[in-house]
C-alpha cells in the first residue's frame, strides 16, 4: 500500500503557473509508476501525465504536451507537476496517483491508489 497527499492547488491567472506536488508513504515509492489526473466540474476524470518509476520517461495527454512537466524525486518520494500558461477552461481537482504497473498509463483502472486531490483555479 501506498498513501498519497497532494499539495499545491490554488488559484491562478489565465496565463499563469501552478505547481503541484504529490508526497507518498508506504511501500518504497520507487517502484511506482505515476501520474497524474484532473477532474473539472461536471466531467470525468482524465489522464494528464504521467512517469516511469525511474524517471526515464514521460507521458502527457495532448492538452498538457509543452505546458505541463510531470518530475519525480525518489530521494524524497514526491511526484510534481509544473504547469505553466493555464488556460480558463481548465479548473479541475488535481489528483496524484500510483500503480505497481501499467499497459498505457493513461486511465484510470490501471492506478488502485489514489490521492484526495487538490483543486487549481483559473480566473480570467
Known amino acids: 500500500q501506498v498513501q498519497l497527499v497532494e499539495s499545491g492547488g490554488g488559484v491562478v491567472q489565465a496565463g499563469g503557473s501552478l505547481r503541484l506536488s504529490c508526497a507518498a508513504s508506504g511501500r518504497p515509492f520507487s517502484s511506482y509508476h505515476m501520474a497524474w489526473f484532473r477532474q473539472a466540474p461536471g466531467k470525468e476524470r482524465e489522464f494528464v501525465a504521467s512517469i516511469t518509476w525511474s524517471g526515464d520517461n514521460t507521458y502527457y495527454a495532448d492538452f498538457a504536451k509543452g505546458r505541463f512537466t510531470i518530475s519525480r524525486d525518489n530521494a524524497k518520494n514526491t511526484v510534481d507537476l509544473q504547469m505553466n500558461s493555464l488556460r480558463p477552461a481548465e479548473p479541475a481537482v488535481y489528483y496524484c496517483?500510483?500503480?505497481?504497473?501499467?499497459?498505457?498509463?493513461?486511465?484510470?483502472?490501471?492506478?488502485?491508489?489514489w490521492g484526495q486531490g487538490t483543486p487549481g483555479t483559473v480566473s480570467s
Open positions: 496517483a500510483a500503480a505497481d504497473t501499467v499497459v498505457t498509463g493513461s486511465t484510470e483502472a490501471e492506478y488502485p491508489f
